[in-house]
């Protein structure tokens, strides 16, 4: 079955908020709204978990400020056209900056974003004690440069596999991907006045025949940037809903644009 992933491109089914932090309560949660209301009315609770939010998820002139929400934004990395063009100031939490969408970033940009973000990436990552968070940098990167993807809540992101996982560069030739590959995203958060951010590593992981039939053997985590795994239930019913969409034909790989991929050009 030939099936649209460029839909999924599209699509923002990962709401910005989600994966950061006590997101997966939120996002299987009916209560989220109710609960998101409560914490941001309490200004002490503002550096916990559930407070990592983007700006895009705030209310402008509400209690929330995205400057203090969590780690997100707390690096020195900014985009100096986006930063000079903002009508306000960066940590104004009235700022009509936000709730506006991501900005667009040009290959050029996005590289010196990640070229100055990406050590905070990885000393988050490096929280939670995973091992792989300080290895997979070493391993293949398939993304020319980071890209921003709509499906993993509008962040900017990175793909790489290990080793065993090196046939997802023959992208849809690849077949099913042996077990053992890990396939890593990493990622980072951009407002509309330029700050960069830290996102959550997302990873997918692909055990051996038999192990989780509904998800074709994959499972899901995300490290999110205060170093919290999340691994639960919840998290691999919403990310295989989605991937699975990928098919047999694809092993629920949804690959990249191919204007970002390396080899193809
Ligand atoms: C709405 C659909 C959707 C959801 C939900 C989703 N993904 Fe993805 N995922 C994609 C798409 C599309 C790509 C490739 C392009 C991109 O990055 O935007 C991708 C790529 C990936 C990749 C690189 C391997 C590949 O498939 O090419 C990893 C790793 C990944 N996602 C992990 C996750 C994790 C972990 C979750 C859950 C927290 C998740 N994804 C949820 C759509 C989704």
Same mark, same amino acid.
């Given at each position: ?31 989220a ?12 609770a ?7 939010q983007?700006?895009?998820s $705030? @209310? +402008? &002139?509400? %209690? *929330?400020?995205?400057c /203090? ?8 990395? !900014? ?6 063009a903002?009508?306000?100031?960066? $940590? @104004? +939490? &009235?700022? %009509? *900056?936000?709730?506006? /969408?991501?900005p ?6 996005? !590289? ?6 990406k ?5 988050a ?7 792989l ?12 440069a ?77 490290i ?15 990310c ?26």
């Amino acid at each position: 079955m030939q099936i649209d992933k460029r839909r999924l491109f599209t699509s923002s089914a990962i709401p910005a908020f989600v994966g950061l932090a006590a997101s997966v309560t939120v996002w299987s949660s009916v209560q989220a709204a109710d609960q998101t209301t409560t914490t941001r009315h309490n200004p002490a609770a503002i550096a916990k978990p559930q407070d990592f939010q983007l700006a895009a998820s $705030c @209310n +402008p &002139c509400g %209690p *929330c400020n995205p400057c /203090a929400a969590g780690a997100n934004y707390a690096t020195d990395c !900014a985009v100096p056209r986006l930063a000079e063009a903002a009508p306000c100031h960066a $940590c @104004n +939490p &009235c700022s %009509p *900056c936000a709730g506006a /969408a991501t900005p667009e970033l040009s290959h050029r940009e996005a !590289a010196a974003a990640f070229d100055c973000i990406k050590d905070d990436l990885i000393a988050a990552y490096g929280k939670s004690g995973v091992s792989l968070s300080g290895k997979y940098r070493g391993w293949m990167r398939y993304s020319t440069a980071p890209y921003l993807s709509d499906a993993h809540g509008l962040r900017y992101v990175n793909n790489y596999t290990n080793e065993t996982g090196r046939d997802y560069g023959n992208y849809e030739e690849a077949g099913d991907m042996a077990p053992g590959t890990i396939a890593v995203k990493e990622s980072f958060v951009l407002s509309q006045d330029g700050r960069v951010g830290v996102g959550p590593l997302f990873i997918m992981e692909k055990h051996a025949p038999g192990s989780f039939p509904e998800r074709r053997d994959w499972s899901y985590a995300m490290i999110l940037p205060n170093g919290a795994l999340q691994d639960q239930a919840a998290i691999q019913q919403f990310c295989n809903d989605c991937h699975i969409i990928a098919g047999d034909e694809d092993d629920n790989m949804m690959f990249l644009p191919d204007e970002y991929r390396v080899g193809v050009h």
